[in-house]
T-cell receptor, first 112, second 110 residues
Framework: TQLLEQSPQFLSIQEGENLTVYCNSS?????LQWYRQEPGEGPVLLVT?????EVKKLKRLTFQFGDARKDSSLHITAAQPGDTGLYLC????????????FGDGTTLTVKP | NAGVTQTPKFQVLKTGQSMTLQCAQD?????MSWYRQDPGMGLRLIHY???????DQGEVPNGYNVSRSTTEDFPLRLLSAAPSQTSVYFC?????????FGSGTRLTVV
């Protein structure tokens, strides 16, 4: 089983601060996804990165896929209370067949 | 579009009881998966399917069965519920690397 380690596990910051969440593995993934989950709901897909070194931006969120396709990061600029939630990374082993491995998640709290 | 629909949303079972968690999608995606989510342990794959009539085991399949008679439906059966199966269960349809999840079934086994 391919493992994904996320850090930090918990993060509590003030509105307006910047933050970075990391997702690391010793395995190579063909693609990596980031999801955001709110209490009582299923995870919602934010982005998919496919190419090593790829950088994608979604408003104040910047996602990067490592050159070796073993790690990824999520950077949030000027965090807002609406960014509060559980952030999950997931790695696809290459089959795109519904077998993705998920990290344990980072719980982000942004205080007003 | 409803996306992925899971029922029921909440369920309490007694140890030894059996039940079926329902999952239906209206996106015509071939790939579907079942995950369970426990505190501090992320999402773990139970079973997955690459199309109607084809299923396979994931990381934690023991105590669960699945079937996929149609593209739309992917039910998960608990054969004899145990307290260790207390969890939140998510069904997902997969397309182009990304998952669309249902809103989950919160199951408590007492």
């Amino acid at each position: 089983t391919q493992l994904l380690e996320q850090s930090p596990q918990f993060l509590s910051i003030q509105e307006g601060e910047n933050l970075t969440v990391y997702c690391n593995s010793s395995s190579v993934f063909s693609s990596l996804q980031w999801y955001r989950q709110e209490p009582g709901e299923g995870p919602v897909l934010l982005v998919t990165v496919v190419t090593g070194g790829e950088v994608k931006k979604l408003k104040r969120l910047t996602f990067q896929f490592g050159d070796a396709r073993k790690d990824s990061s999520l950077h949030i600029t000027a965090a807002q209370p609406g960014d509060t939630g559980l952030y999950l990374c997931a790695g696809d082993p290459g089959t795109n067949a519904g077998k993705s491995t998920f990290g344990d998640g980072t719980t982000l709290t942004v205080k007003p | 579009n409803a996306g992925v629909t899971q029922t029921p949303k909440f369920q309490v079972l007694k140890t030894g009881q059996s039940m079926t968690l329902q999952c239906a999608q209206d996106m015509n995606h071939e790939y579907m998966s079942w995950y369970r989510q426990d505190p501090g342990m992320g999402l773990r794959l139970i079973h997955y399917s690459v199309g109607a009539g084809i299923t396979d085991q994931g990381e934690v399949p023991n105590g669960y069965n699945v079937s996929r008679s149609t593209t739309e439906d992917f039910p998960l059966r608990l054969l004899s519920a145990a307290p260790s199966q207390t969890s939140v269960y998510f069904c997902a349809a997969v397309y182009n690397y990304g998952y669309t999840f249902g809103s989950g079934t919160r199951l408590t086994v007492v």
